[in-house]
């Protein structure tokens, strides 16, 4: 089991960037594939982007293509989701998210961190 803890989350005008990050614990961080879904309020929880355990390969979903970028840092057990270009549509609670296997569905996933707000204002 992968414990996940978020930071970075806030408010931002549109056109504007932010950074998550998610520390990860746990001794199987190595070999999880790493990720984000991020719930709008009265929305279903979505999938955004995931980035393998080698880090060569990055799925993510079309709205985000070209301005969410996902990095990992072995060394600091650490995933960064850089989000640039931000728009309202993008105001969602993001959690970052592990499993052992490939996902891009909610029940795939096996660890959830807590949750960070981004609000992006117009």
């Known amino acids: 089991q992968v414990q996940l803890v978020e930071s970075g989350g806030g408010l931002v005008q549109a056109g504007g960037s932010l950074r998550l990050s998610c520390a990860a614990s746990?001794?199987?961080?190595?070999?999880?594939?790493m990720g984000w879904f991020r719930q709008a309020p009265g929305k279903e929880r979505e999938f955004v982007i995931r980035?393998?355990?080698?880090?060569?390969?990055?799925s993510y979903v079309d709205s985000v293509k070209g301005r969410f970028t996902i990095s990992s840092d072995n060394a600091k057990n650490t995933v960064y989701l850089q989000m640039n270009s931000l728009s309202p549509e993008d105001t969602a609670v993001y959690y970052c998210?592990?499993?052992?296997?490939?996902?891009?569905?909610?029940?795939?996933?096996?660890?959830w961190g807590q949750g960070t707000q981004v609000t992006v204002s117009s």
């Open positions: 998210a592990a499993s052992q296997l490939p996902f891009g569905r909610r029940e795939e996933v096996t660890s």
């Open positions: 746990g001794r199987t961080f190595s070999n999880a594939h």
């Open positions: 980035i393998s355990r080698t880090g060569s390969t990055i």
